[in-house]
């Protein structure tokens, strides 16, 4: 089966730009989630999507970043304005219905950098 | 304090070495636990998962757990060069999202 595919995998923007990373999870996985990455450090939860509606976002720095899933398949996270801190690798993951805790497939990332 | 704390490293060893990679959580609602390997520039990739305590095996591969420690492990038998990368442990309460570790890098040698 094909994998969770994302994109760009570089991108390199100035502080107080916007930028927009995009998800295609597995086909059938109706769980998909963003996590954050920062260097020398594990994954965080950004946001959990069920279909197309937010499971949990508590974790989403919602003054800046925005994220939605429409018909439940390809999901979009954006930043705007970005800041120098949001510097990290954006992975994207996706499981089967209810499977999220036997372990998720992860996307390649996109790696951001903002100077 | 974080939820879930793993052993920082780096580890180095030589082929074939016996190695074991650990973790603490301090989240009792922890009921699943996935360690993931993850390669430079790539995403995670699922290496196992485990419910209950006790050892699951998987060819060179032993996760343990303990819950009445939080004490999580990894073991890798007859370590490869190929196993050089970045080990990562997860837990899970049963809402179906992970808190990861820091992971733990590492350099098998030939």
């Known amino acids: 089966e094909a994998g969770v595919a994302q994109s760009p995998r570089y991108k390199i923007i100035e502080k107080r730009q916007s930028v927009a990373f995009w998800c295609n999870p597995i086909s059938g996985h109706a769980t998909l989630y963003w996590y954050q990455q920062i260097l020398g450090q594990g994954p965080k939860l950004l946001i959990q999507?069920?279909?197309?509606?937010?499971?949990?976002d508590s974790q989403l720095p919602k003054d800046r970043f925005s994220a939605e899933r429409l018909k439940g398949v390809d999901s979009t996270l954006k930043i705007q304005p970005a800041k120098l801190e949001d510097s990290a690798v954006y992975l994207c993951a996706s499981s089967l219905e209810g499977l999220g805790n036997y372990g998720y497939t992860f996307g390649s990332g996109t790696r951001l950098t903002v100077v | 304090q974080k939820e879930v704390e793993q052993d920082p490293g780096p580890l180095s060893v030589p082929e074939g070495a016996i190695v074991s990679l650990n973790c603490t959580y301090s989240n009792s609602a922890f009921q699943y636990f996935m360690w993931y390997r993850q390669y430079s520039r790539k995403g995670p990739e699922l290496l196992m998962y485990t419910y209950s305590s006790g050892n699951k095996e998987d060819g060179r591969f032993t996760a343990q757990v303990d819950k009445s420690s939080k004490y999580i492990s990894l073991f890798i038998r007859d370590s490869q060069p190929s196993d050089s990368a970045t080990y990562l442990c997860a837990s899970n309460t049963n809402a179906g999202k992970s808190t990861f570790g820091d992971g733990t890098t590492l350099t098998v040698k030939p």
């Open positions: 999507f069920q279909n197309n509606g937010v499971v949990d």
